[in-house]
């Protein structure tokens, strides 16, 4: 904790929350959140000019403002700095990598970026206008976001980047955007606009089972609808709205008694806000088990992200449909609602007597962390924003890019989660009680984004990218509006950006292809010896012996080599090869899937290091897989590798007693040996 603190104070003293040292820079970054923070230390990093501007007070966003437990999607679609900051939340926790972490342990390291790279940061500070000349916007007009007697600062920057959630800075500046969901037959699509999702047995998913009365007197319709509830007609299925899928916060409590602090009543509290979830609750298979009302995941140190989990929980469904577009005090007015309502859904599972005394029990074990949000009453300053204004750019990334129907040739970036979209409305269907807008197709295999789709039309604005707010429908969005991705592409837009600077063109006509270049050759932007990644799919590095067969989805990447066990002597090996391209000591993983049906207890790997060869034997009831993910990368030991050698990792059948799966080789230069690559 101190040295959160130690961080958190050095960036107020080196840039105070209401000074910058200066109005004119090569590149602004507007909204300190991950994405912003990777762009902003990247562009730094290449030499430029930079000032980050954070309407709030903290940094990181939703990663450091509660979601801990991180949504992957594909480990292999995360590159650059996005995977960089896993890599070290993984050293923080003393593992390789970690994609579950407390809120003020991603903040910490996100201050890391800033410190190390010296970006200035403007605190407190939110747009409220832009001046475009032609399609350039030439310079921004800031005030304080909680003082109005503070004076407006103007800012000015040859290109802009807007990573901001709400897309605020897009919008001052006249570019194109849609808030809601488009009807399937704008973008050809079948999983966008209205959606309803059929009760299931047992329950699972974001439905509410069949059966649940809408009526405050059960069977009674003229007593009225319980509270969120809407009398409005079910449109036809596709049909687009303007309506916004539900916000929430990602909780993060403490079961610690020394770090607890007790859940109370919030002000405003009405029981009757709750009143559907009794019935929910009694509807259930099991209803025991706090997991179907609240996304319940473990953090370390006795902490939660608690998500949206079943079909009545933290999501306030149908109360953000004017958030996009509000004003900042209607904004914060909403943004307070879904507080309360979260705080109150809290404590009414705590101690209403309707609801099974073993959910209450279990929560009244849990309580605020007194070491998180010291600033914000224990709190998250954060509120998930899953989606708010979407550019409509020079490409509009679909449905048919997240299914691999089709493909482009700028990508900057991948992402790899399913198609995802949380409830927008609660309705009336036949009687019953019944959410509509869900969204849960999985199945997205990695894919590329394109970078048409960071930059606006260029009649519209030539010197603005939009990595966060990017050009999507709505359920291609739902694909890419991941925090790992955020990050990805706030670094692509930077390094884009600062091509633009470099060689005085419009956002529009950077060379793509040297973005991609750049991007590979200086995944961390310091200059050193990228990791090397030998995926089955490589196939000049990649070799087989015997009958493996070629299995997609859920793997690294989009899909590895399985060998099921056969009663002959036949010998089995993927060889995996990399010619190392400095000598050093090497960090060998391979990636690891105790997941897969029937698999065997142990793994054979035989590992050459162009001299000798070693055998490393993996159990897998070893291996442990934490978070959203299929695998884990485990480490095969340090082996001095010479320049130009051709070492290799081979998986074997050997020893096998089930299901073998040959994925992916990592080659990692240990950092005590790490130099920086001559430029």
């Not at 070290?88 to 970026?113: C, M, N």
């Not at 007194?370 to 204004?389: F, G, H, L, T, V």
């Not at 990695?446 to 010197?463: F, Q």
């Not at 067969?549 to 066990?565: C, E, H, M, Q, T």
């Amino acid at each position: 904790m101190m040295k959160f603190f130690k961080y958190y104070l050095f960036a107020l003293l080196l840039f105070p929350l209401s000074g910058i040292a200066q109005t004119t820079y090569d590149i602004c970054i507007y909204g300190g959140t991950s994405g912003g923070v990777m762009a902003a230390y990247t562009a730094k990093m290449m030499g430029k000019s930079v000032l980050l501007i954070e309407p709030g007070k903290h940094l990181g966003g939703l990663s450091s403002g509660g979601l801990g437990y991180t949504d992957i999607g594909n480990k292999y679609a995360v590159t650059g700095l996005g995977l960089d900051f896993y890599r070290r939340t993984g050293k923080y926790y003393g593992q390789f990598e970690s994609w579950i972490f407390e809120p003020h342990v991603a903040e910490d390291i996100f201050l890391q970026y800033i410190n190390k790279a010296n970006v200035p940061v403007l605190y407190q500070y939110r747009i409220i206008s832009a001046k475009k000349v032609n399609s350039v916007i030439k310079e921004i007009v800031l005030e304080n976001s909680f003082s109005k007697s503070n004076p407006a600062k103007t800012i000015r920057a040859k290109v802009f980047i807007d990573c901001s959630y709400e897309g605020d800075l897009m919008a001052k500046a006249g570019v194109s955007y849609f808030v809601g969901r488009e009807a399937n037959s704008v973008y050809n699509e079948t999983y966008n606009g209205v959606q309803v999702q059929p009760a299931a047995t047992p329950q699972h998913g974001n439905q509410i089972p069949d059966g649940v009365d809408p009526y405050k007197i059960p069977g009674d319709p003229k007593s009225g609808l319980l509270w969120g509830i809407s009398d409005a007609p079910l449109p036809p299925i596709g049909t687009g709205d303007n309506h916004v899928q539900a916000y929430n916060f990602r909780i993060c409590l403490t079961d610690d008694p020394a770090n607890r602090i007790t859940i109370t009543k919030p002000p405003g509290y009405d029981p009757l806000r709750y009143e559907l979830l009794p019935r929910y609750i009694a509807k259930l298979t099991d209803t025991n088990d706090i997991r179907e009302i609240l996304k319940f995941d473990l953090m370390p140190n006795h902490k939660t992200d608690i998500n949206n989990g079943g079909g009545f929980s933290t999501d306030m469904i149908g109360y953000n449909w004017d958030y996009p577009n509000a004003d900042y005090n209607k904004r914060a007015a909403i943004q307070k609602t879904h507080e309360l309502y979260n705080k109150g859904l809290l404590y009414f599972i705590q101690h209403d007597p309707r609801i099974p005394a073993a959910m209450r029990n279990f929560l009244l074990n849990w309580g605020y962390p007194k070491d998180e949000y010291r600033d914000n009453n224990y709190w998250s300053p954060q509120m998930y924003i899953r989606e708010a204004r979407r550019m409509v750019g020079e490409y509009v990334m679909t449905q048919a890019n997240c299914e691999g129907k089709e493909v482009i040739a700028d990508g900057i970036g991948m992402a790899a989660y399913g198609m995802d979209s949380h409830n927008n409305q609660r309705l009336v269907i036949n009687g019953m009680a019944k959410n509509e807008g869900d969204v849960e197709k999985g199945g997205s295999g990695p894919y590329p984004i394109a970078y048409r789709s960071l930059t606006p039309k260029r009649s519209e604005c030539t010197n603005l990218l939009v990595p966060v707010c990017l050009s999507a429908s709505h359920i291609g969005y739902g694909s890419i509006r991941m925090e790992p991705v955020f990050m990805v592409l706030g670094q692509s837009s930077a390094v884009a950006a600062v091509q633009a600077v470099n060689h005085h063109v419009s956002v529009q006509n950077v060379d793509v292809k040297k973005i991609q270049q750049i991007l590979k050759a200086n995944p961390l932007v310091d200059g050193s010896l990228p990791e090397m990644i030998v995926d089955n799919k490589n196939e000049q590095q990649v070799s087989l012996t015997g009958k493996w067969s070629l299995v997609k989805g859920g793997f690294y990447g989009p899909d590895a080599y399985i060998a099921n066990p056969t009663k002959d002597a036949e010998r089995k090996e993927v060889k995996f090869s990399q010619v190392i391209p400095q000598t050093g000591t090497y960090e060998i993983y391979t990636y690891v899937l105790p997941r897969i049906k029937n698999p065997s207890s142990k793994i054979v790997c035989a590992i050459n290091d162009g001299h000798s060869q070693k055998q490393v034997i993996i159990e897998r009831e070893k291996v442990i897989v934490n978070g959203q993910t299929s695998g884990e990368w485990v480490r095969l030991g340090d082996y001095q590798l010479g320049k130009g050698v051709t070492a290799s990792v081979s998986i074997t059948n050997e020893q096998a007693d089930g299901v073998i799966a040959a994925d992916a080789v990592l080659f990692h230069l240990a950092p005590s040996k790490h130099k920086t690559l001559k430029k």
